[in-house]
């Protein structure tokens, strides 16, 4: 079983005696730099020069200059750029600054896991990655909660990388609603499989050969939308609020029924067979070379792909019916 962490495991006081650099001032980067700020850490935000985040951090009051700058002033970075540029970013500002006791900290595992970022014996490597969204994170600190974090240490040169961990957590509220000790193994692995496999890849393909089995059979291309991917929300709040059972306990009896004799044949063992393989293609690395040889080379078939998918006839049935909805916030 997980061992969980909260607030009074946690002494904020060891990362408000360091200086903290966050890198990045996306959907992570933002919530984790003003919270720590409000938690009376001494934060400065790394952005390159010309990058449009850089008003909006200062407009919010915090301090903010070149990664590079960041690095040199810190002893604790925490890197939240986006994952398929931290090797360049850690090659061309973070290795060249780095000293001896300093922490490296990541909100997620990949380049650690898969080695695009070798870091040296002498840092400490750890993760602080909350279990939701940069902007959820931020709400939930400010009202006085958190958002329950995962926490780990890749390499403990100090001795003392997981107060650490555990202390920035509390800086950015992890802590009031618990912190669970993983590996970078672990939450790199389970974070790829479960995105891949049942989130995005697996719910995307699922909506999408629901809708052309029902359109290809003749039916109205909105009423199959409503069908296969309106109602999804509906299922997943109510799992979301108490597993399988509530979602049972909700629908109609035709519902649940058809549930148990046919979503086995839909999610068989050929799926769960091909769900091993990519398993495996995460684990030994396959995944994600190729991820990184397809970003390099400028995105090809990133491109192709996503625009056979913009103009799929779910999607466009999709803009139009939402405009009948008034209470559908696109923005969102
Ligand atoms: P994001 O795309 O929202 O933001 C990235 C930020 O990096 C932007 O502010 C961008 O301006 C900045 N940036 C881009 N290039 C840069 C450069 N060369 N130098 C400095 N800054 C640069 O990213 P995100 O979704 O917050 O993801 C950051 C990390 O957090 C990733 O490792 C991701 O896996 C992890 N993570 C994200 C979430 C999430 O909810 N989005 C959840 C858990 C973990
Ligand atoms: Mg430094
Ligand atoms: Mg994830
Ligand atoms: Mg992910
Ligand atoms: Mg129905
Ligand atoms: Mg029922």
Redesign the pocket.
């Known amino acids: 079983m997980a061992e969980l962490f909260y607030d009074d495991d946690a002494d904020l006081s060891i990362i408000q005696d360091r200086k903290v650099a966050v890198?990045?001032?996306?959907?992570?980067?933002?919530a984790h730099a003003l919270s720590l700020r409000d938690s009376g850490v001494d934060v400065r935000v790394?952005?390159?020069e010309g990058?449009?985040?850089r008003a909006k951090a200062e407009e919010q009051g915090l301090k903010v200059t070149t990664?590079a700058e960041a690095v040199k002033e810190a002893t604790v970075i925490m890197?939240?750029?986006?994952?398929p540029?931290?090797a360049?970013?850690y090659e061309e500002?973070i290795a060249p600054h780095l000293k001896d006791g300093d922490a490296l900290f990541?909100?997620?595992g990949?380049n650690i896991r898969f080695g695009f970022i070798k870091p040296p014996a002498s840092v400490d490597v750890c993760m602080v990655?909350?279990?939701?969204?940069?902007h959820l994170?931020r709400r939930q600190y400010e009202e006085g909660r958190g958002v329950p974090c995962i926490a780990a240490v890749e390499q403990d040169a100090t001795g003392k990388a997981f107060e650490l961990a555990l202390s920035y957590a509390k800086g950015i509220g992890g802590t009031r609603a618990g912190v669970i000790k993983t590996t970078f193994t672990e939450e790199t692995e389970t974070?790829l499989f479960g995105e891949q496999a049942v989130l995005c890849g697996g719910t995307s393909a699922l909506v999408k050969a629901g809708f052309e089995t029902l359109v290809e059979a003749g039916y109205q291309p909105e009423i199959a939308y409503f069908e296969c991917l309106h109602e999804l929300k509906l299922i997943v709040d109510l799992m979301y609020e108490g597993g399988l059972e509530k979602m049972r306990w909700s629908i109609s009896e035709t519902a649940e029924w058809g549930d148990y004799v046919s979503g086995p044949r839909i999610i068989n063992e050929g799926t769960k067979a091909e769900m091993k393989k990519i398993l495996g293609e995460i684990q030994d690395g396959t995944f994600a070379n190729n991820w990184m040889a397809e970003y390099n080379a400028g995105l090809p078939k990133y491109n192709e792909l996503k625009k056979a998918d913009e103009d799929h006839l779910l999607e466009t049935t999709g803009k139009k019916l939402r405009k009948l909805m008034s209470w559908v916030d696109e923005e969102a």
Do not use: E, N, R, T
């Open positions: 890198l990045g001032y996306g959907s992570q980067g933002h790394g952005l390159h990058s449009k985040s990664p890197v939240l750029v986006p994952d540029i931290q360049k970013v500002s990541f909100g997620h990949l990655a909350p279990k939701g969204p940069g994170v974070d």
